[in-house]
């Protein structure tokens, strides 16, 4: 497995391809590559950076807010996520 994983983000109606660091959250990821990603807390106590994994998969530190279905449904928190594969899509 690559240290990198290729990611597409739907966000505002725009779709932004980058390359997300197994070792960054992808709030993080997103800032540093100048896209205002929703966030507020960045600690996963808000829920303003909710997002859906479209395809692919996370892996989330501790999280609070969302119950077992959100996570059965694709919910991640962006400010907890990592990635888990190679290739994911995430819908805010």
């Not at 290729?6 to 505002?12: Q, R, S």
Request: aromatic content about 2%; hydrophobic content about 40%; overall charge negative.
């Amino acid at each position: 497995m690559s240290e990198v994983a290729h990611v597409v983000v739907e966000l505002d109606g725009e779709r932004h391809r980058l390359r997300w660091p197994r070792s960054q959250t992808l709030v993080d990821t997103l800032l540093d590559a100048g896209i205002d990603a929703p966030h507020s807390c960045r600690a996963g106590r808000c829920g303003s950076c909710v997002a859906t994994v479209v395809a692919g998969e996370t892996e989330m530190a501790a999280c609070d807010l969302l119950e077992a279905d959100d996570l059965r449904d694709g919910l991640i928190l962006a400010c907890q996520a990592r990635p888990a594969s190679d290739h994911l899509h995430i819908k805010f």
